[in-house]
């Protein structure tokens, strides 16, 4: 199934979660996660199934003032 991690087309399995989602997008120190616009705690990543075209956002936090 194809869905869009971070605006960029990915290919994933057919019942793929969130989890897998992250895994195969590989980010770089703390991030989170939202699947078409809704924040996922962490600890449901891996119940969070994905659906063909689901909308996918990584987001590394920002600091500064």
Known sequence: MRVLINQQPHD???GATLADAVQAFQPNGPFAAAVNLRFVPRAQYG???LAEG?????IA???GG
């Open 12 to 14: 994933l399995p057919e």
């Open 47 to 49: 119940q969070t199934a």
């Open 54 to 58: 689901d909308q996918i956002e990584i």
């Open 61 to 63: 936090p920002v600091t």
